[in-house]
């Protein structure tokens, strides 16, 4: 069963009946144990932009969807403000979110977080491996060698 956790619209007033960025933000209760999937992400982005039209919101997908969770979309400019965007997951503890955000807030704000994390993040934190099978993508190519040639 899917339920809508305290959907606003970019002007801070609740929404009956959600639209496309509505329907993106909705999880179901089985959701809440399971991260979700970095696509998700970019939808939302895509629906941010087409609904909401903020330059500012667009890249900050994830804030977003925990902000419209814990019915605090009004507090996405102050997280603007203070420079904070996805890339700032994830957040450290209290002191490290806006002080809009009250206790209990901020509190769910960190709990949501751990459901957001982009599959990057385990590659900087070490807790996944990458295989490559070829390597060689990771750097330029067609760029001239040194010592080769009649000027080496």
Same mark, same amino acid.
């Given at each position: 069963?899917?339920?809508?956790?305290?959907?606003?619209?970019?002007?801070?007033?609740?929404?009956?009946?959600?639209?496309?960025?509505?329907?993106?933000?909705?999880?179901?209760?089985?959701?809440?144990?399971?991260?979700?999937?970095?696509?998700?992400?970019?939808?939302?982005?895509?629906?941010?932009?087409?609904?909401?039209?903020?330059?500012?919101?667009?890249?900050?997908?994830? =804030? +977003? #969807?925990?902000? *419209?969770?814990?019915? !605090?979309?009004?507090?996405?400019?102050?997280?603007?403000?203070?420079? /904070?965007?996805?890339?700032?997951?994830?957040?450290?503890?209290?002191?490290?979110?806006?002080?809009?955000? =009250? +206790? #209990?807030?901020? *509190?769910?704000?960190? !709990?949501?977080?751990?459901?957001?994390?982009?599959?990057?993040?385990? /590659?900087?934190?070490?807790?996944?491996?990458?295989?490559?099978?070829?390597?060689?993508?990771?750097?330029?190519?067609?760029?001239?060698?040194?010592?080769?040639?009649?000027?080496?």
């Amino acid at each position: 069963m899917n339920v809508v956790r305290g959907l606003t619209n970019h002007f801070g007033d609740e929404v009956g009946r959600p639209g496309r960025l509505g329907n993106l933000c909705m999880v179901s209760e089985n959701a809440i144990t399971r991260p979700i999937p970095d696509s998700r992400f970019d939808d939302i982005s895509k629906a941010i932009e087409a609904e909401i039209q903020k330059q500012e919101w667009v890249n900050r997908p994830r =804030t +977003y #969807f925990i902000l *419209s969770q814990i019915k !605090r979309l009004d507090a996405m400019n102050t997280f603007i403000a203070q420079g /904070l965007n996805d890339t700032s997951f994830p957040y450290r503890g209290r002191s490290a979110l806006p002080d809009t955000l =009250t +206790y #209990f807030e901020a *509190s769910d704000f960190l !709990r949501w977080q751990e459901l957001v994390y982009s599959d990057i993040l385990h /590659l900087e934190h070490g807790t996944t491996h990458c295989y490559l099978t070829d390597g060689d993508i990771l750097f330029e190519r067609g760029r001239v060698q040194l010592g080769v040639g009649s000027q080496g």
